[in-house]
């Protein structure tokens, strides 16, 4: 243990840490629950998308509290989230309605709260791209200044986008599955999507392939998705097979040890597949390594290994499940979903290798995803930032708990949290929802 | 027969040397560890199976429901019966043969088979003598009957009873035994030295080339078999000194099966069930048979197989040509070298009952992917090793493609069975 | 919120800590340290946990059972409590309930840092309680929590002492019974180096009012949650209650039953009209 970390675990340490800010963390609300407090509807405008989302998922709204300038009344009694329909916001001077509505809703918010602001991304005229971008900037802001494991998170919606497509979307983000996305936009486009409930088993007869699911975060995914009704074929290295075994018979899916770099991979994966006489509705790419080193010292080997794991092997399985003439490929209407990092987006010391793979997938990501659209396959990532697991142990102590402390939730986000959004974005549901880089990462301060 | 029996796959776990990686882990635990991860490759979790069969030669008295206990324990349903089945080394095999039969006849329509051996957790028993002094103490009705009973003891029967591989009728221990058939055969000792590195090579190719990844799982941190030694060769094995047969000896460690520990266990089904069940299906269970030579009389011990395997091939009008891949199980070398020998033995085969000799075999279809040398020998789990390592193989060579296994036991006893790629 | 914490090198042996745990205080108000006795990156033998599996009826797998993590945080309990600053002893403390999550399998080759601090001391109607916190990392992930509470009778807390009654307790028909030797605690002092001799000599016990030496609370929990080894879940709580103890040798009846994802279990007279301890599992999502 270094002298830094003696210090700082003892008594005038934590006295002295203490008075530095770093208090103890809040406690997330998780899994699907929804917030405790009254959710508040507010417009700018007369859009109805919002309002219309929140009724097919069953949700009595309120009236919002408006702030009319100067005396910041306040709600009763605390409030569980605001959600905007900005969808008709066109003007500078419009935001101070949102400005209004936004004030006694963050003094008054609950913890685990959410603010959610709905908006049209596609703009007429150069005002309203200005109004629209300045969301963002509001967005984030309001993100880092709530407290108490409130979060916030923009939608951006397109001119037809239904009620339908928003659906899944907005109830992750009310709900307790996106504890750790916070001050983050993603996009909901329009699809022919004709949902009207949100489900408990979204993905009941369906089947998913996790690759890395022994430990970690793969692990979790895996229990996630099998909560969520989907059949697991739960993939990882053949020397990790007894924890692959366990957590397979767990979930009562099937274990395949597979090395995913080996060539045949996808091929195996798809024989799986068709062995077991259903299509393939999704494959989450969670496998990955690191092999950290600053770029003066990263050799061949330790560059090779990691691409080929975190970003090779993955286009390639992708290619075989993505044929056509595949038995056991992707079926149409079917999900991929990747896994990036924030070090992908922002760079880390000592991570060129892992960075370059991680900001590979967000890349793949985007590009294959309007390529897969006319078969209604949604390509997706998630990006996730500093995840409680045994592997950020090995980190050191300082760097650790900067990390840990650097996201507007004050704390590192866990497994479970990561899996969530994955199967959020695996939902048949989230039609609308693709070549979306989504970052759990409570906001990490660094990267965009 | 009204069903097709079949070969879904199998699991086990690495093998290891004795009081290696296992020491600590019992029968149960191994066991235990070999059906989960069965369950887990073929999505058995929770799932209610026919039956379960499968056995320890070396077991405790605690352990009479072994594998019972031990599908308890897995993920395996609860309501899933087991039972324990005992056949000396071909144990594996033999409760592969019983849970196909039940198949075969409808009795069940799923099943799993298999065996597990720990020469670390051997049971050790009191000697013969206390063991009844003991017995007549509890039966005693009064205080003074059973110090009566107690006064009996003597020091030398307080020494602890080790389990002995050692044929109870000739008092020779099965390595004894087969070096009287080695000289008998006159297997030299490069002969030996050649299976032996062979069967290293074969079987370090196959770990190369990931054939296992879909048959073994790993245990408690234990990835690949751990007797294996890829770097081994004819030359090194001739350094070793002989531990069988004399000084003049040809058989030593290095090709005769270290004692192991290890588990391993064969999913099978009618045909039926495995398509309703979107299973796979490598192999049909053709037919099987166990036959016995009068080893007390002097016959070679470990040549059991051979009358077993003529009378089987007859049975089915089958030669050894009509099979693409043999499997003789390696407990020494040397067995795998006078078996080919008997097979090839006009006289020998005669001498049977067999109508003559059953021929000879390419080399090159022989234990293709190593056998007990390399892989070692937890005596109940080799047959249940080598099931499903031949359905496998056999596939790959497509339908129609036959495999003959040939085991020999304890008890001069030797199984024999047929499987055919579906 | 803990003021402190003390990060042992190793985990402490049951030497001075432990001796002082057994020499009654003079001092009959309750007080405990307010530190957090803490030892980092433990390497768990696989050894001691197949000693451990065998005697408490476990299968040896990578994965442990939810009270081998207990045993490991145990020395840790009886530094807090052997500690200057405490005043309650593990001699004469009963240990009367158990809670501890398991918040993700945990596999035997992990390192692991284990912390445990003693807390919330409150009246009791016979002495004092005091729980004695636990928790177990991987890296930075909490893998498993637990909390001990223990009884330490004459001792005094500032407070009322709450009604203490026991939930009605109905007579069961054990669908199991279990013999209990008079070697599983010395079996089980091995595996858990619990060094309380009311559980092996006879004098001890008597001493404290048995008439007999009586198993280890934890044996019989652990014992009780190996016999539901095939239903537990990756993830899951499991609380009981040790409402009398077990004489040794005995025998004991156990029943369970099982509804909407929680699982209930008694250990009983082998009568099943007496409890020894009750259990509740729940699965943690």
């Known amino acids: ?50 309002a219309d989302t929140l009724h097919l998922l069953g949700r009595a709204v309120e009236e919002p509290v408006v702030d009319a300038g100067t005396d910041a009344p306040g709600y009763g009694q605390k409030i569980g989230a605001l959600v905007v329909d900005a969808t008709e916001l066109t003007s500078i001077s419009q935001l101070e309605r949102l400005r209004a509505l936004l004030r006694p809703a963050v003094r008054g918010i609950e913890r685990s709260g959410r603010i959610i602001i709905v908006a049209r991304e596609d703009h007429d005229g150069w005002e309203a791209a200005a109004a629209a971008r300045a969301l963002d900037g509001i967005n984030r802001t309001v993100a880092k200044e709530l407290r108490g494991g409130a979060t916030s998170t923009l939608v951006w919606v397109a001119g037809d986008t239904t009620a339908s497509d928003l659906l899944t979307t907005l109830g992750f983000a009310l709900q307790g599955r996106s504890a750790f996305v916070d001050g983050q936009a993603w996009k909901v486009a329009s699809t022919a999507t004709k949902i009207d409930d949100l489900v408990t088993a979204p993905l009941a007869g369906r089947t998913v392939i996790v690759t890395g699911a022994a430990r970690g975060i793969g692990a979790q995914i895996a229990r996630v998705v099998a909560r969520d009704g989907a059949e697991v074929i739960a993939v990882d290295i053949p020397p990790a097979g007894e924890q692959l075994a366990a957590v397979a018979n767990e979930v009562g899916g099937i274990a395949i040890q597979l090395d995913i770099t080996q060539a045949d991979a996808g ?61 056991g490929g992707l079926d149409d209407g079917g999900r991929i ?44 990532a998630v990006a996730p930032g500093f995840i409680e697991t045994e592997m950020t142990g090995k980190i050191p102590f300082v760097q650790r708990e900067i990390f840990r402390r650097s996201n507007s939730l004050d704390q590192g986000g866990r497994p479970v949290d990561v899996a969530e959004t994955i199967s959020y974005l695996l939902d048949p549901g989230s039609q609308a929802v693709t070549g979306q880089v989504i970052r759990v990462c409570g906001q990490n301060l660094v990267g965009a | 027969m009204s069903h097709n029996a079949v070969v879904i796959g199998g699991n086990r776990i690495p093998f290891a040397k004795s009081n290696g990686p296992y020491a600590d882990a019992s029968n149960h635990d191994m066991l235990t560890a070999a059906l989960d991860g069965l369950v887990a490759r073929y999505g058995l979790s929770g799932a209610r199976m026919g039956e379960v069969a499968a056995g320890a030669v070396l077991k405790h008295p605690s352990d009479f429901n072994l594998t019972r206990e031990a599908v308890l324990s897995s993920a395996l349903a609860a309501n899933t019966p087991a039972c324990d089945l005992q056949q000396a080394c071909g144990t594996g095999l033999e409760t592969t043969v019983y849970i196909a039969n039940k198949i075969a006849l409808g009795q069940i329509d799923s099943g799993i088979s298999g065996g597990v051996d720990s020469t670390s957790d051997a049971p050790i028993t009191v000697s013969d003598p206390l063991r009844r002094i003991l017995l007549k103490a509890s039966a005693a009705r009064s205080a003074a009957d059973r110090m009566k009973a107690f006064a009996q003891v003597r020091p030398r029967h307080l020494a602890p009873k080790a389990p002995s591989v050692t044929e109870p009728r000739t008092g020779l221990s099965m ?60 030359e090194k ?53 166990v036959a016995a030579v009068d080893h007390p009389g002097g016959a070679d011990l470990l040549l059991g197989p051979v009358a077993a395997a003529g009378r089987m091939l007859a049975r089915q009008g089958l030669t050894l040509d009509d099979f693409a891949l043999v499997e003789i199980h390696e407990a020494f070398a040397s067995t795998v070298a006078t078996t080919l020998k008997a ?35 937890p005596f109940a789990a080799t047959g249940a090793r080598i099931v499903p390592t031949l359905a496998k193989l056999l596939q790959e060579r497509g339908p129609g493609s036959r495999g003959l296994i040939s085991m020999c036991a304890a008890g001069g006893q030797g199984v024999v069975a047929i499987l055919e790629a579906v | ?66 009270t081998w993590l207990h045993v490991l945080a145990f020395p840790l309990h009886i530094q807090a409590l052997g500690s200057q600053d405490s005043t309650i002893r593990l001699m004469g403390a009963v240990h009367v309930a158990n809670r501890m999550t398991m918040l993700r399998p945990v596999s035997v080759s992990e390192r692991l840092t284990i912390g445990v601090r003693a807390d919330n001391v409150r009246p009791h109607r016979r002495g004092a309680l005091v729980d004695l916190v636990a928790d177990i990392r991987s890296g930075d992930e909490t893998v498993w929590d637990g909390v001990s509470t223990y009884l330490a009778s004459g001792m005094t807390a500032p407070g009322d ?71 537990l879940g990756s993830s899951y709580s499991v609380g009981v209650d040790f409402v009398k103890p077990v004489l040794l040798p005995g025998t004991i009846g156990f029943s369970s039953s099982h509804e909407d994802g929680v699982t209930t279990a008694d250990v009983t007279t082998k009568d099943g009209t007496k409890p020894h301890l009750r259990m509740r599992v729940e699965a943690v999502s």
């Open chain 3, 1 to 66: 919120m803990p003021a402190d914490t003390i990060v042992l090198e190793s985990m402490p042996s049951m030497g001075g800590a432990a001796a002082r745990s057994l020499v009654p205080s003079r001092d009959k108000r309750a007080r405990v340290p307010s530190s957090t006795f803490e030892v980092r990156d433990l390497v768990q033998e696989t050894a001691r946990l197949a000693d451990y599996a065998r005697v408490c009826g476990f299968t040896l797998r990578d994965t442990v059972p939810a």
């Open chain 1, 337 to 380: 979903v990747g896994v990036a990092s924030t070090s992908g987006l922002a760079g880390n010391k000592g991570q060129t290798n892992y960075a370059a793979s991680k900001a590979g997938v967000a890349g793949l990501v985007i590009a294959m995803s309007s390529d897969l659209a006319s078969r209604e396959i949604t390509v997706n």
């Open chain 2, 175 to 234: 390595g004894e035994h087969q070096a009287l058939t080695t000289e008998a055969w006159g297997i030299t000792r490069e002969e030996q030295d050649t299976i032996a590195e062979a069967s290293h090579h074969k079987l370090a190719q196959a770990w190369e080339d990931g054939f296992f990844d879909d048959l073994v799982t790993p245990y408690l941190g234990v990835a690949r078999d751990a007797i294996l030694r890829p770097d081994t060769s004819v």
């Open chain 1, 1 to 50: 243990m270094s002298i830094l970390e003696k210090t700082f675990t003892s008594a005038p340490g934590r006295a002295i840490s203490r008075k530095a800010g770093l208090k103890d963390p809040p406690r997330l609300r998780r899994g699907r629950t929804w917030p405790s407090g009254a959710i508040i509807h507010g417009t700018i405008g007369d859009g109805s998308l919002v």
């Open chain 3, 161 to 231: 002492a709450p009604d203490g009654s026991h939930e009605p307790f109905e007579a069961v028909t054990p669908h199991a019974r279990w013999r209990v030797p008079a070697r599983t605690a010395k079996d089980y002092r091995r595996v858990s180096g619990d060094p309380n001799p009311i559980h092996t000599n006879r004098l001890a016990a008597k001493a404290f009012g048995f008439p007999r030496p009586i198993v280890h609370g934890m044996w019989t929990h652990a014992r009780a949650l190996a016999a539901l080894e095939g239903s």
């Open chain 2, 237 to 289: 094995l001739a350094k070793l000194k002989p531990v069988f047969g004399g000084p003049q000896g040809t058989m030593t460690a290095g090709n005769s099966t270290a004692l192991s520990d290890g588990a391993a266990t064969v999913l099978l089904a009618s045909e039926e069930w495995a398509k309703e069940h979107n299973q796979p299906i490598l192999a049909r269970i053709v037919d099987a048979e």
């Open chain 2, 343 to 377: 097979w090839n033995d006009e006289d020998y085969c005669r001498g049977l009952g067999l109508d003559g000799a059953l021929g000879t075999i390419d080399p090159s279809i022989l234990n293709v992917t190593g056998s007990s040398l390399a892989a070692g020998h």
């Open chain 1, 267 to 327: 091929a195996v994966l798809a024989q799986h597949v068709a062995q077991r006489g259903r299509g393939l509705h999704g494959i989450v790419h969670n496998a990955g390594i690191t092999r950290d080193k600053m770029l003066v010292n990263t050799d061949t080997a330790r560059w090779e290994s990691v691409l080929e794991v975190n970003l090779a092997a993955q286009m390639r399985i992708n290619e075989v499940l993505l044929d056509p003439d595949t038995d």
